[in-house]
């Protein structure tokens, strides 16, 4: 089955600086690619996504990166916040299916 | 309103006893999850509803049931609880298929003594 890797457990930035966390994949029928947050005493909510029919996606602040050969997906959050703080959750879904398979998590510290 | 609400907060639970968590949407969703999550660890999908459909996991077939009575409302149940079960179990719901958007509750913290 599917597994999802978040490669680094914990980072830490400057405020104002970039941020990058990196999942791979390992199922290619994989076409979807969320990616949650967890703020501390808070329950998970979803930031943004990426499908398969494109290779990069911006929302504001955050931009998600497709490499479907590398089966690799990152995260990007440029000009860091103190609110950025939390883990960040990658995940990936086959189309149709209902299973999100989730990576282990990120701990994201901006600093000031 | 796009709360999912976990009732409760926090369980504590003896070995060997049953179990029930409960979980609310008011959001319409035909589609409502439940995973584990432990420390350290990613999210574990146990179960599903669609609509009226339960799927469960193959490697947490015999561990955990549920029900959806309604659209609104579904339950975990363990009948009979190991320490393995220590964990955070966290509700979700969504519109339709797991490519859709997942709104999660605050969940439940079970300790099993």
């Known amino acids: 089955g599917e597994k999802v890797e978040q490669h680094e457990s914990t980072l830490s930035v400057r405020e104002g600086d970039s941020a990058v966390i990196n999942c791979t994949y390992t199922d290619t029928a994989s076409s979807y690619f969320p990616w949650y947050k967890q703020e501390a005493e808070k329950s998970l909510h979803f930031v943004i996504d990426?499908?398969?029919?494109?290779d990069r996606k911006q929302s504001q602040r955050l931009i998600v990166l497709l490499d479907k050969k590398a089966k690799r997906f990152s995260l990007h959050i440029t000009a860091t916040q103190p609110e950025d703080s939390a883990i960040y959750f990658c995940a990936a879904a086959s189309s149709g299916s209902w299973q999100l398979i989730f990576g282990s998590g990120t701990q994201l510290t901006v600093m000031p | 309103d796009t709360t999912v609400k976990q009732n409760p907060r926090y369980k504590l639970a003896r070995v060997g006893k049953p179990v029930n968590l409960i979980c609310s949407q008011t959001?319409?969703?035909?589609?409502m999850y439940w995973y584990q999550k432990k420390p350290n660890q990613a999210p574990k999908l146990l179960l599903f509803y669609y609509d009226k459909i339960l799927n469960r996991e193959a490697d947490t077939f015999e561990k955990f049931q549920s029900s959806r009575p309604n659209n609104s409302f579904c339950s975990l149940y363990i009948g009979s609880a190991g320490l393995e079960y220590s964990a955070m179990y966290l509700c979700?719901?969504?519109?339709?298929?797991?490519?859709?958007?997942?709104?999660f509750g605050p969940g439940t913290r079970l300790t099993v003594l």
């Open positions: 990426i499908r398969s029919n494109v």
């Open positions: 979700a719901s969504s519109l339709g298929t797991g490519g859709d958007e997942q709104y």
């Open positions: 959001m319409n969703h035909d589609t």
